[in-house]
C-alpha cells in the first residue's frame, strides 16, 4: 500500500521560510513524478508545483521565485522549500504521487499538512 507522508507545516509570519517533507512508500520511486498542491478554506484545491518523473520541475505562477521542490529518489522523499511566504499562501499543502507524467490527475495523496502564515 502506497503512503505519503507530509510534515513541516506551521505557523509562520509574512516573509519568513518553511520547508515542507513527503516520505512516500514509491517502489520503484524513480518511475512517479511528484507533485505538491493546496487548498486554502473555500477554495478549490490547486497545483503548486511538481517534478516530474525525468527531473523537469514545474511551478505555479504564484509560486515561481518562491518555492522551490527537490526529490531524493534513494531515500523516498520530494520537499518543498517555502520563502517569502505571504499570506495567501495558507491553505493545507498536500504531496501527490503521479504515475507518468506531472500532467496526470494524481494517483496517491498524502493526509495533507497545514501552512499558516500570518500578516
Known amino acids: 500500500q502506497v503512503q505519503l507522508v507530509e510534515s513541516g507545516g506551521g505557523l509562520v509570519q509574512t516573509g519568513d521560510s518553511l520547508r515542507l517533507s513527503c516520505a512516500a512508500s514509491?517502489?520503484?520511486?524513480?518511475?512517479?513524478?511528484m507533485g505538491w498542491f493546496r487548498q486554502a478554506p473555500g477554495k478549490e484545491r490547486e497545483f503548486v508545483g511538481a517534478i516530474n518523473w525525468n527531473g523537469a520541475i514545474y511551478y505555479a505562477d504564484s509560486v515561481k521565485g518562491r518555492f522551490t521542490i527537490s526529490r531524493d529518489n534513494a531515500k523516498n522523499t520530494v520537499d518543498l522549500q517555502m520563502n517569502i511566504l505571504k499570506p495567501q499562501d495558507t491553505a493545507v499543502y498536500y504531496c501527490?504521487?503521479?504515475?507518468?507524467?506531472?500532467?496526470?490527475?494524481?494517483?496517491?495523496w498524502g493526509q495533507g499538512t497545514q501552512v499558516t502564515v500570518s500578516s
Open positions: 514509491l517502489r520503484p520511486a524513480s518511475s512517479y513524478s
Open positions: 501527490a504521487a503521479i504515475v507518468g507524467s506531472w500532467k496526470e490527475k494524481p494517483t496517491y
